[in-house]
């Protein structure tokens, strides 16, 4: 098994001796009792007891003990943007300030050392006692003067200084709206000029976020790209790090990616595809294969925005501003030609999309592109949207019928929802009630896949799991098992890949699977659903930790395809 500490692209490991781990817990359909697996190169060659591992265990094999560990396959999140999320662990994090006055601390001390602008994310001011964002003037006693630019933990508005707003003159850009704070084009002005990283600095933020995926135990992130977010040149740039070896210190988890730009033909839908491929061809030194070009045209290409910014699109006005009903970006003609142009290429389409006039306007285009290109075309496409997170029930049951999945990030409602939350002051206790409908969604029959839209949320996907545990309305909580397979098989399902044997751990499957230290292990049901627990062994269901606890699990090591990405200094 390939060391974390290679220089060399996993293409170039050299053959590798079969890994037996046993003395453990291995998360299996195959055997729900398995406590020993064996890889040879990047499949699983064997799944069994430990009588058996005794007996099959031979020289030419190295040996792992697992000590009573969880072996269970890898996550892979749905939705994440790498270099922000990199941004995120390397800058000033606002997440924890519970107050306005915290968090202009928190600016200060930073200002203190560094030069250059000064940045930032994380802070909600919905949890705070103020209930406002920063200004502008707040900003520049704070930070001396400074440049600052901080983004709201939703990344779909900021607050900047007055001294880079002047730099980058706001003033009359739309979405400047005059006090610090910062939407819409004036927003992407100042990511724009924020992010303007050379190539050595890019793939330095990129292995940040990738090391650190890995070692939370995923072995693949799926990339939403788009220009208001990260230029062209960066997706290009990260895949050709973590898939080809590019600028990289070792393996990395696979990038799965995907280009927010909206088309309206077939003809320029290829033509996105092919400016991808050569400039992915020109940085790798040879032409791109059908499996490494782009995914889909999908991911945060906007229908509308956040409701944390009040950009999400509501067909009532928000609760806490009644003077809007947020801004739609697209409408359902412009999703029709998207999705129809994508289904004609053989791409995925999809669209990030919030609020419930956004969802109309994507249920009305999804409507008119299956009238377009048929049912059958439409279906075959595999087309997703991202987030979803108010759809009433007519709505779930048209996305059923269009077969479209729904990338999901439960602790979104961890996060916001129940009394007092954020939804709760923007939608008012009503609306808010049906938010995420996790459960509404699998009754439907509709395919979920799960993440955490890193940087709004860490990567942390036993939280993701939990969090559709103790879901606010005990009517839309899933199960553990339920939510650990959109987060495994049914993520890896949602981005086309063409291994179906991916996300699982059985004789013949791919070797892509994490190492965990766990309290217990049992059968969680979501509370009120039925049994909360059971371990008798007669239900055959292989068991995954508790979460019922404070403590999550600790990822010990992370192997993809049988190439080791991580291994802690404990394992």
């Known amino acids: 098994m390939t060391s974390p500490l290679s220089s060399a692209a996993p293409s170039d490991a050299p053959a590798?001796?079969?890994?037996?781990?046993?003395?453990?817990?291995?998360?299996?359909?195959?055997?729900?009792?398995a406590t020993a697996l064996l890889v040879d190169g990047?499949?699983?060659?064997?799944?069994?007891?430990?009588?058996?591992?005794?007996?099959?265990?031979?020289?030419?094999?190295?040996?792992?003990?697992?000590?009573?560990?969880?072996?269970?396959?890898?996550?892979?999140?749905?939705?994440?943007?790498?270099?922000?999320?990199?941004?995120?662990?390397?800058?000033?994090?606002?997440?924890?300030?519970s107050s306005l006055r915290e968090a202009l601390d928190a600016v200060a001390e930073a200002a203190r050392t560094g030069t250059g602008p000064l940045l930032g994310s994380g802070?909600?001011?919905?949890?705070?006692?103020?209930?406002?964002?920063?200004?502008?003037?707040?900003?520049?006693?704070?930070?001396?003067?400074?440049?600052?630019?901080?983004?709201?933990?939703?990344?779909?508005s900021g607050v900047v200084s007055t001294a880079l707003a002047r730099r980058l003159e706001l003033a009359g850009v739309e979405g400047w709206l005059g006090d610090g704070r910062v939407e819409h084009a004036a927003h992407d002005r100042v990511r724009a000029a924020t992010r303007e990283f050379g190539p050595g600095r890019r793939a330095e933020l990129h292995r940040l976020a990738l090391r650190h995926a890995a070692s939370q135990g995923y072995v693949a992130l799926a990339e939403n790209n788009a220009e208001q977010i990260a230029p062209f040149e960066d997706l290009v740039r990260l895949v050709a790090l973590a898939e080809h070896g590019v600028g990289a210190e070792g393996p990395s988890p696979r990038v799965l990616?995907?280009?927010?730009?909206?088309?309206?033909?077939?003809?320029?839908?290829?033509?996105?595809?092919?400016?991808?491929?050569?400039?992915l061809a020109e940085l790798i030194g040879r032409p791109v294969t059908a499996r490494e070009s782009l995914i889909g045209l999908a991911g945060d290409l906007c229908v509308?925005?956040?409701?944390?910014?009040r950009t999400a699109a509501l067909r009532a006005p928000y609760a806490d501003a009644p003077r809007t009903s947020g801004d739609r970006y697209l409408d359902a003609e412009a999703v029709a030609a998207h999705l129809a142009a994508t289904t004609e290429a053989g791409l995925q389409g999809g669209f990030h999309v919030i609020g419930d006039s956004g969802m109309?306007?994507?249920?009305?285009?999804?409507?008119?592109?299956a009238r377009r290109v048929g049912e059958r075309?439409?279906?075959s496409a595999g087309h997703r949207l991202e987030h979803a997170e108010m759809v009433d029930p007519a709505g779930i049951e048209r996305l059923a019928r269009h077969a479209v999945t729904v990338s999901l990030q439960p602790g979104f409602e961890a996060a916001w929802g129940g009394p007092g939350g954020l939804y709760e002051q923007r939608l008012g206790a009503e609306r808010a009630a049906g938010m995420n409908p996790l459960a509404s969604f699998y009754r439907a029959g509709v395919p979920v896949a799960l993440g955490s839209d890193a940087p709004v949320l860490p990567l942390s996907p036993w939280e993701t799991v939990r969090a559709c545990l103790e879901h606010h309305d005990p009517e839309q909580r899933i199960s553990a098992r339920a939510a650990f397979l959109?987060?495994?098989?049914?993520?890896?399902?949602?981005?086309?890949?063409?291994?179906?044997?991916?996300g699982q751990l059985a004789p013949g499957t791919p070797a892509s699977f994490a190492v965990w230290e766990v309290e217990s292990l049992m059968v969680q049901q979501a509370e009120g659903t039925g049994a909360s627990w059971s371990t008798d062994p007669r239900a055959r269901t292989p068991l995954l930790p508790a979460l019922d606890g404070t403590a999550m699990p600790v990822c010990h090591q992370t192997v993809l395809d049988g190439t080791e990405l991580y291994r802690s200094a404990q394992f």
């Open 304 to 309: 509308d925005g956040a409701l944390g910014s």
């Open 123 to 156: 802070w909600d001011e919905s949890v705070w006692p103020e209930r406002r964002a920063p200004t502008a003037e707040e900003l520049d006693r704070a930070a001396g003067g400074r440049e600052v630019y901080l983004t709201r933990v939703d990344v779909h």
């Open 257 to 279: 990616p995907y280009r927010g730009e909206l088309v309206a033909t077939a003809e320029e839908a290829r033509a996105v595809a092919a400016r991808f491929d050569a400039a």
């Open 360 to 369: 109309d306007a994507a249920l009305d285009g999804l409507d008119l592109a």
């Open 42 to 97: 990047a499949r699983v060659a064997w799944i069994g007891s430990e009588e058996a591992a005794t007996s099959i265990q031979d020289a030419s094999m190295d040996v792992v003990d697992l000590d009573g560990r969880l072996l269970a396959p890898g996550f892979v999140d749905s939705h994440v943007h790498v270099t922000e999320t990199a941004l995120a662990l390397s800058t000033l994090d606002l997440g924890a300030a």
């Open 16 to 33: 590798s001796r079969p890994v037996l781990y046993r003395n453990g817990s291995v998360y299996s359909p195959a055997d729900p009792f």
């Open 377 to 379: 075309a439409l279906h």
């Open 486 to 502: 959109a987060h495994t098989r049914g993520a890896w399902r949602a981005a086309r890949t063409p291994d179906p044997m991916q």
